[in-house]
């Protein structure tokens, strides 16, 4: 067995480089926070399209695997290249104006948050709630994603959700921190087992805890996500299976006439098998069919780098192969989702 390489330790300048860094990052978040209820909402959005240009030209790699997996997952219904390069466009337009607005909401009362973002499919929620046994909100790096906690919170609903924090603990108490001013708990990712307990017990406490599923690059359970093969979390089909939480679908998403509105779903029932481990298995690729649903509706709102990455990027001709595969692989029959 090949021995571990050992992690190379930071020399002491490295570290007070590292700090520091955190520290400009610290206090550029205080003041930006600070000048922000004396910045005109319309002029924000202008700025944020202002920096969303100079980035997706300066930020090229990223650009490129969002080109490529878009590439690789819709070629087929969007051959035109051009086409292809304007959905990345918006996406990441879409991001940038997602991290606008959840600024922004930090400075809204209640009320204001709720007129901000309507709410669809809220009986839901209620009738999950009424079991008990909490809830887990299925969802995805889809349109405002973090608005969902926001405007729960505002509805009086208690909600946590996993993050994975920043390196210093520092700056992560004070994001935490604006997070608790809306009302939303926070749950650390890691260590994975405090974050488990803390999942459990916001379970057991009847809260809404939020999962964001769709990081197909390091998970354990192979499921298909738009005709590819892509590794999946098995954490939400698994709590899901033992603890009897409700499972809801939730998207923050922007409409055509420019509205955000969050969709809650019916609840989706854990496939039970006798053995847990093909439960998992069946339910995690059922979950995983909810997100290409909503990702399918609005593709210009997902980021595109939750595929795994190809090193050195794709040539032209493995691209073309790959989604003749996927292709193929689309044409299969899927059971019908509810709506």
Known sequence: MAKKKKRKQKSRFELALYAFRYRIGEYALRGFMGFLSYIPYRFLQLFTRSVARV?????????RRMEENVALALGEEIPNGKNRKDLVWRAWLSFARGVSDTTSVMQFSKQQIISFMALEGEEHIRLALEKGKGVIALSAHLGSFT??????AASGYPFS????????QRFARLVDNYRAQIGIHTISAKPRREAVRGILKALRQNRIVLVIADEFKSGDVMVDFFGLKAPAPRGPATLALRTGAVTLPMFATRREDDSLVLSVGAAITPIEREDLEESVLATTSLYTRYLEAAIRRFPDQ???????????GLSRLQLGRLRRESAAA???NRPKLRA
């Open 161 to 168: 959700v996993v993050v994975k924090q920043p390196a210093n």
């Open 302 to 312: 997902w980021n595109w780098l939750g595929l795994p990455r190809r090193n050195g």
């Open 55 to 63: 980035t997706y030209v300066l930020l090229w790699d990223y650009r």
């Open 147 to 152: 608005l969902i906690g926001a405007r729960l």
């Open 330 to 332: 689309r044409g299969a």
